[in-house]
């Protein structure tokens, strides 16, 4: 190579270094993309001397079919090549062949010289000298530069084809920032139709002032646009009173880069002074320091009058429901029988709380209904649902505690429109007290009628003596001896009086049923009234030689019914002296003492009526104060007795809160007892 080719090339490779610099500035420079393309290729034209630069871009996927993107002429060259079309296109076709080099990312160079294979081509195109060098996009062919020069027919060194491909790949990289702004330009204008479309408010902040508001917050809050964008607006003015500290706390937390949650609702206040609930949600895109905030803003009136009605629903329903005395309750059958229960009643049936059983199914409950009675049940519902009936059950179930209650049950099943089963709703009643009363009520009759065919047995053998003597009387009387009628009217007279006796204990009893005795408490003296009693009985227990005696010395005040006490003492010393041997003794007695009544240590008098007679077995101190049982004995000189006095003891003492009970041991004595609270 000779001294002057030496220096041609190198002032080319200059020309293109020099080109390549201006090029990269325009392309870095300019912000619009075709203008700084443009520009570069203008610059990269007249440093070459080139005659011609063309852009194709393919625009298929298969690099089939292209079109011409930008191009470049020598402004003071009129060429036909330029403004013919059809030679364009020729071109085109033309290099068409050679678009699988391009794809392997080879150049292509040709010459008008003989030898050359396109020779031919070139000159039908008037072209002397044709370097193509391919364009690609993120490592995709995206089309190809072609540097033509109609004038010379001049060669490209490796220098001067690398410092162009260089120059395309600085052209490739103004294509892609073309791209990127016209995507962004895109995404932007959506964005934009978007937001200024939106039915929300939305905003953007930027250390307390709005730097955007979109029309929707413009008419939330009543302000223009200016006004809320303006540097002196003051959006606190926005916030209403109550809502101010909690916004306040907000911000000084995002300054501070505390993370807060990002949906809130607060009050705002308008520019008319109307106050509005909205909802806003924000997201923080501001760097430490500075506080810049992204908001959308929806106004929640409307919801807020419907949860305020719906709270105000529930509050109602919920008290509804917790005043029923009963387990109210719905089972979703299409939720695989999720049972929701609606007051808190279900402690108190099964001793489990309702967070144990929330969200159990209805199948929890089956555990706990007794064995007997679950199969009784259950064809019951499946009959009442298959006839789209409300069903009646009633069943026992063990509680916690091993506890059987008694439950009784509504049911009323909700069809949809199809007749499908959408739910069941219904409520339980703890029925226990009243199968106890029940219960009680029963065995209190079966206990009476049994008392009934006691006393009417025992009122049927002395009846029955007492119509012997009588008719032995009118038969036989003109027969009888003085004495025997003396007899026979003697022991008329005794059975009289037992049947009177029984018959008196029987009447007030049956007063004390029936509600018609009266009680009347008052402050009685004890002293007096086991006096008054030992004189009275003073007879009976002189008649067997028995030792009566009361040992209440002081004054002992009580309040109760004195008729109700003095018949209690009076049958207990009655028995004493019944069942008491000759020249035994009975002993009257009474003391303050100190017992639990109803959980409270409250004070009572002791009043005991004790006896050394004959006593009273195991067997016999169980049937003592029962309707149910005969406790008919005999006496130690053969009086005899039906038991009545001591129950009417019993419901006499009870009416006062009292106990009565007895000790006694056969043979030794017995100590009846009984307690009157003070």
Request: glycine fraction near 4%; charged fraction near 25%; hydrophobic fraction near 35%.
């Amino acid at each position: 190579m000779n001294i002057e080719t030496e220096k041609r090339e190198s002032s080319n490779l200059n020309l293109i270094i020099e080109a390549i610099q201006k090029s990269a500035c325009y392309l870095i420079s300019e912000i619009n993309n075709d203008s700084s393309i443009n520009n570069c290729l203008n610059h990269l034209g007249e440093q070459l001397n080139l005659s011609t630069i063309y852009v194709f871009n393919f625009i298929d996927d298969n690099n089939l079919n292209q079109e011409l993107s930008y191009f470049w002429t020598e402004k003071n060259i009129e060429s036909e090549f330029n403004s013919d079309i059809e030679k364009i296109n020729e071109f085109k076709a033309f290099f068409s062949n050679y678009i699988p080099l391009l794809e392997k990312n080879e150049i292509f160079f040709a010459n008008n010289n003989p030898d050359n294979n396109s020779f031919d081509n070139l000159n039908k195109l008037n072209i002397e000298s044709l370097l193509i060098i391919p364009l690609f996009l993120k490592a995709k062919l995206w089309g190809y530069i072609s540097f033509i020069d109609n004038k010379n027919n001049r060669n490209f060194n490796n220098d001067e084809i690398n410092l162009l491909k260089f120059a395309t790949n600085i052209f490739a990289t103004a294509l892609i920032n073309k791209q990127c702004r016209e995507k962004l330009n895109q995404s932007e204008q959506q964005y934009k139709i978007i937001v200024e479309n939106a039915f929300d408010a939305i905003y953007l902040m930027k250390n307390k002032r709005y730097d955007y508001v979109n029309p929707q917050f413009v008419q939330l809050t009543g302000y223009s646009y200016e006004e809320l964008t303006a540097n002196n607006f003051n959006f606190e003015i926005l916030i209403s009173e109550e809502s101010k500290k909690y916004i306040k706390e907000r911000y000084e937390a995002r300054l501070n880069g505390i993370a807060i949650d990002n949906k809130y609702e607060v009050n705002i206040l308008r520019k008319d002074g109307i106050t509005v609930p909205v909802e806003i949600n924000t997201v923080s895109i501001g760097i430490k320091g500075e506080v810049a905030v992204l908001g959308i803003m929806r106004e929640i009136s409307e919801r807020k009058r419907f949860e305020n009605a719906l709270k105000e629903s529930e509050h109602s329903y919920r008290t509804l429901t917790e005043n029923i005395p009963g387990l109210v309750y719905r089972v979703y059958v299409q939720e695989k029988n999720k049972v929701v229960f609606y007051n808190n009643m279900l402690e108190k049936f099964l001793g489990y709380s309702d967070n144990e059983i929330q969200s159990s199914d209805y199948n929890f409950l089956e555990k706990f209904i007794l064995p007997e009675d679950k199969y009784r049940i259950e064809k019951e519902i499946v009959q009442a649902l298959n006839d789209k009936q409300v069903y009646d059950i009633e069943f026992r179930i063990k509680d916690i505690n091993g506890n059987i209650k008694y439950l009784m049950g509504r049911g009323k099943p909700v069809f949809d429109k199809n007749d499908n089963l959408l739910f069941v709703d219904g409520v339980f009643f703890d029925n226990t007290k009243q199968k106890e009363v029940e219960k009680e009520l029963n065995e209190t009759i079966a206990s009476k009628d049994k008392f009934f065919s006691i006393i009417a047995h025992d009122l049927k053998g002395p009846l029955a003596g007492f119509m012997g003597y009588t008719k032995t009387l009118v038969n036989e009387f003109n027969k009888l001896t003085f004495n025997e009628i003396i007899d026979i009217t003697t022991t008329l007279s005794e059975s009289a009086q037992k049947l009177y006796s029984t018959l008196e204990n029987l009447l007030e009893w049956s007063r004390t049923q029936t509600g018609r005795i009266e009680f009347k408490p008052e402050l009685i003296d004890l002293r007096e009234i086991a006096f008054n009693i030992t004189y009275i009985l003073k007879q009976n227990a002189n008649d067997k030689n028995i030792m009566l005696v009361s040992n209440i010395f002081d004054e002992t005040i009580v309040k109760a019914d004195k008729n109700m006490i003095t018949t209690v003492i009076r049958n207990l010393v009655a028995n004493a002296i019944k069942f008491t041997d000759d020249y035994g003794r009975v002993t009257i007695s009474a003391k303050e003492i100190t017992e639990s009544i109803g959980g409270l240590q409250k004070k009572s008098y002791l009043v005991s009526v004790e006896d050394n007679g004959i006593g009273i077995d195991d067997a016999g101190l169980s049937k003592l104060f029962r309707i149910d049982e005969n406790v008919t004995s005999i006496g130690t000189s053969g009086e005899k007795g039906t038991g009545l006095g001591l129950i009417l003891c019993k419901e006499f003492i009870e009416k006062h809160n009292g106990r009565i009970w007895a000790e006694s041991q056969h043979g030794k004595g017995s100590s009846f007892n009984f307690t009157i609270p003070v």
